[in-house]
């Protein structure tokens, strides 16, 4: 145990324990720490942690207890009711799965524990084992400094790769010693403090027409938006794409009061606050305040000023000033939660990727719909016809991206019908980093199995793990003032219902989300539905990348990336004081300054490494 470790810093994480005498040492070192506590029938600590005046919603019955942490509209009284019907932890399978909302759920029954958390990464639940017993937590920082771990560097190379969606190994803890449960999956530690991961959710498969899928979708998002609006008086939203606009006048459609935020764009192009102004027009009920452009910092903006104390590096952090902008403001006007439409991109503009299957299953539609997407990106017509006619396994593919971490960046004329877009390394990778790097995902790829069986719904459920891992960051930033972030897409329930739909419905070049624009007939008004256009952030980011140079130029001083011996510092500076080449991606460098600045916050907040 280390006695200076994030535990104290940090606000809303708990750790969750088997009831077995072997936990004893862990309960007792986090009993030391002045944690808050909920305990096993037998008195044995459970449930530990700081609960961020987020109580726990907790039933028992016998020696029975159930918890619940997050999004959701349970009572004490339906878990206690859940509880005595409760003989074993899988018991709860035959209501949980219908709940909605995002939460943790923990079981204590028959002297086993289960512990789960979301589909996607929005809800995580890490394990490690220490004293000869299993535990498990929300955040993976928590776990290392129970076990006194350090940072996994051969891990920490995987985040140089210019894309985070690389399943398994871009969700594999940043710590030694510490792993994660995958989504769809749950843990359960047994009498004797043995945990072992089951499987616990699977993708529907895809075959509902529209008009059923986009009623079960307009009802699973009204539940999701439901179960955090109820029994408020006020709410905040973002307003701007069809997304985050569908979830705001779910939000509006009762008596809550809803206060909209939209932030203009710098881009002339830009068009949300246009169509947040005739959304609030035809609703007439809501407050509505748009921020001008020039009031949002850019890119890059306030790096060394990060201090959030994050379990792994945050991408975000790049944009984290920006970012809080609208947070703060909800903030300050009296918001305690904020919904927002992340998530809705991966789940509803359907993936390319499924044409793969659809033409081996209805050739003629999936011929049409791939001339139609070629036309408009446009795609190389060889490399078309060969991701098409490639039946590579996903263990395969994984290892061809292990082989080619060097080479060039894939063209912008190549197709999206793979099991993903390759990564690469950057530039300033070290031959090390880079040899790290492919080691893991080598050895990943020996035993690998994709997140669905086909590549369209692979793709939009990694997309899903991706983005929602920073997600839950961001609501970590706006917690420290109060705000609760709410991403009603991530649900379990929604991811459900949007990825029932059959593909052909939903993926199409010559619609936009078709399948939320149907389901949100006669919710969102008719002229906001009309919308098929989303604004995009490259003239922010050049923008911000020349204004805020001397910050990035000072994270290659002293890099503590470099001293890990992961990057060339001098490369990397070399790269910083022009703009970016081309064939050089913003996510390249997005992930290269998320780890340094990580590193350095762990520095000042004295986490072991």
Excluded at 89 to 114: C, E, K, Y
Excluded at 128 to 152: P, S
Excluded at 465 to 479: E, F, I, P, Y
Aim: net charge negative.
């Amino acid at each position: 145990m280390t006695s200076h470790g994030p535990l104290e810093a940090l606000v809303g994480w708990f750790v969750v324990l088997p009831d077995d005498a072997s936990a004893a040492p862990v309960g007792e070192a986090l009993r030391a720490r002045s944690v808050q506590e909920i305990s096993h029938s037998s008195g044995r600590p459970w449930l530990l942690g700081h609960w961020d005046g987020a109580e726990p919603t907790v039933g028992a019955a016998g020696t029975t207890r159930i918890a619940v942490l997050g999004d959701h509209a349970l009572t004490a009284r339906r878990l206690t009711a859940e509880a005595a019907r409760t003989r074993t932890v899988n018991d709860i399978d035959h209501w949980a799965t219908r709940l909605p909302g995002s939460f943790h759920l923990v079981a204590s029954a028959g002297g086993q524990v289960r512990v789960q958390g979301s589909v996607t990464g929005l809800r995580p639940v890490f394990h490690a084992r220490a004293h000869g017993t299993h535990m498990a937590g929300d955040r993976a920082d928590v776990l290392a400094d129970l076990l006194d771990a350090g940072i996994d560097e051969r891990r920490l190379a995987l985040r140089l790769l210019n894309s985070s969606a690389l399943h398994p190994v871009t969700a594999l803890p940043v710590w030694r010693g510490v792993d994660a449960v995958p989504g769809g999956h749950c843990l359960v530690i047994d009498a004797q403090g043995h945990g072992r991961t089951l499987t616990r959710w699977t993708p529907p498969e895809p075959v509902l027409p529209m008009a059923e899928g986009a009623a079960a979708l307009r009802d699973a998002l009204r539940d999701a938006v439901a179960a955090r609006v109820h029994g408020r008086d006020l709410v905040s939203c973002d307003l701007g794409g069809l997304d985050s606009t569908s979830v705001c006048c779910l939000a509006a459609d009762g008596p809550t009061r809803v206060i909209a935020y939209t932030a203009d764009a710098r881009d002339p192009m830009g068009t949300d606050a246009d169509w947040a102004r005739r959304t609030v027009a035809a609703l007439g009920t809501v407050e509505h305040h748009v921020i001008a452009g020039d009031d949002v910092p850019l890119v890059y903006d306030g790096l060394a000023d990060a201090d959030d104390l994050f379990d792994e590096p945050c991408p975000a952090v790049v944009h984290r000033t920006g970012w809080l902008v609208v947070p703060r403001a909800a903030a300050e006007r009296g918001s305690h939660l904020h919904l927002t439409g992340f998530g809705g991109d991966e789940l509803l503009a359907g993936s390319p990727a499924h044409l793969h299957t659809l033409l081996r299953r209805h050739p003629g539609v999936a011929w049409q719909r791939v001339r139609g997407f070629a036309a408009q990106r446009p795609w190389s017509y060889r490399e078309t016809v060969r991701q098409l006619r490639d039946n590579s396994t996903y263990d395969t593919w994984l290892a061809r991206v292990a082989d080619r971490l060097t080479d060039a960046p894939p063209a912008e004329n190549t197709p999206t019908l793979d099991w993903g877009m390759p990564p690469r390394m950057p530039p300033w990778a070290t031959p090390d980093a880079v040899t790290a790097a492919r080691e893991v995902i080598l050895d990943a790829a020996a035993t690998a199995q994709p997140l669905a069986a086909t590549r369209g719904q692979h793709v939009e459920l990694e997309a899903m793990r991706c983005t929602s891992s920073m997600v839950r960051q961001l609501a970590q930033m706006a917690g420290r003032f109060g705000l609760g972030i709410a991403a009603p897409y991530y649900d379990d329930r929604v991811i459900e219902a949007g990825m029932a739909v059959r593909a052909q419905d939903r993926v199409t070049p010559w619609a936009y989300k078709p399948l939320i624009a149907e389901a949100m007939r006669g919710v969102v008004p008719e002229a906001s539905l009309a919308r098929h256009t989303k604004d995009e952030g490259s003239y922010d980011v050049e923008t911000g990348l020349r204004d805020h140079r001397a910050g990035l130029l000072a994270l290659c001083e002293d890099s503590r990336l470099a001293r890990l011996g992961l990057i060339d510092a001098h490369t990397l500076r070399e790269v910083c004081e022009r703009p970016l080449p081309p064939s050089l991606q913003f996510d390249a460098l997005y992930q290269t300054v998320a780890c340094e600045v990580w590193l350095r916050t762990l520095e000042t907040a004295a986490v072991p490494s």
